[in-house]
């Protein structure tokens, strides 16, 4: 498969992660996680960087408690991600073709919440859980002593940048326990679907759209990543 990708001329491949199976928790069987899932994804990496591909490793499956990590949550869980990312970061801290995306496609509705986390989410039960936000989760990547590069995505299922920059500017200002921290090296994650602003007829808007899609530029603008680009961040 990497031989394959390389003959694409791709320069990246995103490597979604499960919190659970990187931790060993909440049931997850030894064959397939702890140490034996660790050592997988880092021979998998290995193999990746040594082709000359950077890897975008993403927290892509997690959930709070005992519930087990089997679907998508709106924001990382307080629980168990800032341990998960302390992990990730400390084995690939001395490898910087590894870019850590902090959280797939947070869709909660609130910048203060994916800025410091707290009782602001639900997951798939409806039942609220204490969130990390993506400071603490920063966090524990420079605690880790990594200082490769950290992506964030947008609101929206990370389409939506219209508070990203004041939100990532106001990190460096916040109080204990997440004072000290550095926005160096952080840039923005953004994902692009025909139901977000693309003008694209599709079965999401009853296929009423343009027929031709809008331009990039168009596209960028409708989801407010000019203003990310003109405060100095670059996207991918």
């Known amino acids: 498969s990497v031989t394959a990708i390389t003959s694409w001329n791709a320069n990246a491949v995103r490597v979604p992660l499960n919190e659970d199976c990187w931790l060993g928790i909440n049931g997850v069987s030894s064959t397939y996680g702890g140490a034996n899932y660790i050592n997988a994804i880092k021979t998998f990496v290995n193999l990746l960087t040594s082709n000359n591909l950077v890897v975008i490793l993403d927290l892509h499956w997690a959930a709070p408690g005992t519930e087990p990590a089997t679907g998508q949550l709106g924001m990382a869980d ?9 992990g990730v970061a400390g084995e690939f801290a001395d490898n910087g073709q590894v870019i850590f995306d902090l959280f797939n496609e947070p869709f909660i509705t609130d910048w203060s919440c994916w800025v410091s986390g707290g009782m602001c989410a639900v997951d798939a039960n409806n039942v609220a859980y204490n969130a990390a936000g993506m400071a ?28 990203w ?69 670059p996207f991918i």
């Open 136 to 163: 603490t989760l920063l966090k524990a990547v420079r605690g880790a002593g990594a200082n490769n590069v950290v992506i964030m995505g947008g609101l929206g299922y990370a389409s939506d940048f219209t508070t």
């Open 78 to 86: 307080a629980d168990h991600a800032p341990a998960f990312w302390s």
């Open 165 to 233: 920059v004041s939100s990532v500017n106001s990190i460096p200002m916040l109080p204990a326990p997440l004072d000290g921290l550095s926005i160096a090296n952080v840039a923005a994650s953004w994902h692009i679907y025909d139901f977000n602003d693309t003008g694209c007829p599709s079965q999401y808007n009853n296929y009423g759209g343009s027929q031709m899609c809008d331009s990039a530029d168009a596209t960028a603008a409708a989801t407010s990543i000019p203003s990310v680009l003109a405060a100095g961040f």
